[in-house]
């Protein structure tokens, strides 16, 4: 068996949502997710593509967003903080942006912090700044429109958002269970965990 396998779990979560512009900066904006309509996130995996056990064994589960949050996103953060992309799908004629895109519209940005408020809320921190910075001054106005993030409220926003790697060594056998994951803590975004097994039961 080797000793690097990666699990990847893509990660999906929708919801209604209030988007505000962070005063002071132009590209920070953030999140709030109303508590009635708000998924679970769904995690969905894809192995990395040097694992022998691609299209194998994949797993399929959901995790309420709020725990998703405090897992991924702990406070203090770590160190090295997990910054995932995503791409933001709103439908016809929600965006100020794209009124007359029939499908609906997306946009790209990367999730900087999240949190769960005082008031119990899922809050995302995003920004576009980083996405394709290097290039700013030769997009096309479609790709412009992607970095733009619109404020207002939406319903049913959908957040395909970036996979994240656990990596796996010596648990692979205890992260076949249906309801839980393992994994050990090598690479675990927490940091504060390192040297122990984590479970994360769902
Ligand atoms: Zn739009």
New binding site residues.
Partial sequence: MSTNLTREYDQILSGDVTIKKVSSDDYTHKITFSKKNISKVLMYQVWSSVSDFTNKERIVFRIKAKKWVRYFFPNPPPVDPFTPTTVME?DHGE?P??KN?KNG???VFSINNAKVNKRGQVVFYVSSKAIDRSNTNTLSETVK?LKKI?TGSFHNARFDIDHIAIQISTCISACQAKYSFQYCATNCPKKTVTGKIITLTL
Avoid: I, S
Wanted: aromatic content about 10%; hydrophobic content about 30%.
């Fill in positions: 709103l965006c942006f794209h895109n519209c997306k946009h429109l619109p």
